[in-house]
């Protein structure tokens, strides 16, 4: 019974122990928990307060933690180290400690060139400038000496010119007043003389009207003569103008025939040979009769003929000759006449070639291809008259000469001769057609002439 109750009050008592421990651990707890909540709040406010200064991201950037390592060796924290830097940055770059990126740029905007970009380049640049500034001011100080050396020159030289020409004027005072009593003595001379000749003056100018009321009698007569004269000349061109060579006679044209043909050779031949001053490579214009080599007369030009020819082989009386071109319909048969402007079996024409011509088909008209027109007539026969005379028989013109425009009195002289020497050139052209036309010579322009002589155009162009 004693140990029953011995037991009892033991286990009473355990059980009031762990009460009592379990409600000082419960308040231990109750206090542990109010303290880790302040804790915690201060920790929200430490990191608050800290990332205003440093973010988490930023402190694992090795560039920050150098810095970090640099201020805690100078025994500084890295804001108040990097604060430093940059108050002894300012104070380099603005020579206030204070300034910041605000009062930086503002100040830079009075500075030209350095409100954008670096400050480094912006110096490196005003210093290449300030370099090439103080070289071209040496450059000038040195021109500026060459200059002063050469206005101590000349104002030397023109010292001793003023010199020299003071004793040359009073040199001439001297020998002026000699002149001036030889011409006064001249003077004397000369008014005799003029007295003298203004008598024969007098008597000169008598025996001249006297002379010029003659010569005017004889140029009336002869005036008078000249329109008679005129009127006679006039009359006999118009009864010869038949016997002229306006238009030729087209028989006159007709310098052979075609004897017989080759068709399937495409080939003719001609009565024309060795013995009629026949050459290789003549051409001929073909025609069914003469009566066709007649110009027309609204235009002057000459009608095609039926076909043009080319001379291959040359006999004693007679020639082979290719066909160069044929009217379809209209093929060339024997008995049709050939005829070229340039040759003649019995006589060698004469031409005066003048003007542009395009010979190479370069549609550039110029003076030096009539070379080639007056080579072509020498080829087959044919003579070159330099100036128009009776023994001209045919007038080749080509584009008349392109007058440039009339330079103006400060071009160079060059530039003058040029138009002058255009000028006498379409003056000559147009008086020798003139002349053509009074005197029924045939004009052939460069067309005309192919047509005539058979040469095919598209051979030329």
Known sequence: M?????????????VSLLTIISIGLFVFALVQFNDNGQLRRQIVDFNAANNQFIRSAERADPAIQAEAEIATRGGQSLVGYLSSQLNDTYTRVTGNPRDRVEALEEKLTSVPGAETGNLLGFIRSQRTQLATLEQARDSANEARLAADTRLRDMTDRMTALEEQQRQTVSNLQGQLSLLQDDANSYRDGIDAVERRFAQELESTRGEAEDTERQLRQQIGQLQTRNLVLEDQVSRLQSEASGSLLKPKDEASLVDGSVVNTNPGGNEVFISLGRRQNVILGMTFAVYADAAQIRPDEATGEYPRGKGSIEVINVGETS?????????????IVAGDVIANAV?????????????????????????????EI??????????ISDEFSGEVDFLVLGSPPVLPPPPGVTAPIAIVEQFIRREAQLDRYNDLLDQARRTSVPVLNENRLYTLIGRVQSRTR
């Open 2 to 14: 004693a140990v029953r109750t011995d037991t009892s009050l033991f286990m009473k008592i355990v």
């Open 319 to 331: 020639s082979r000759c290719r066909v160069l071109s044929e009217r379809a319909g209209n093929p």
């Open 374 to 383: 007056e080579a072509l007539i020498e080829d087959w026969g044919g003579t």
């Open 343 to 371: 040759y003649d079996p019995d006589k060698r024409y004469s031409f005066l070639v003048a003007g542009n011509f395009d010979t190479n088909g370069d549609r550039q008209q110029t003076p030096i291809e009539a070379a």
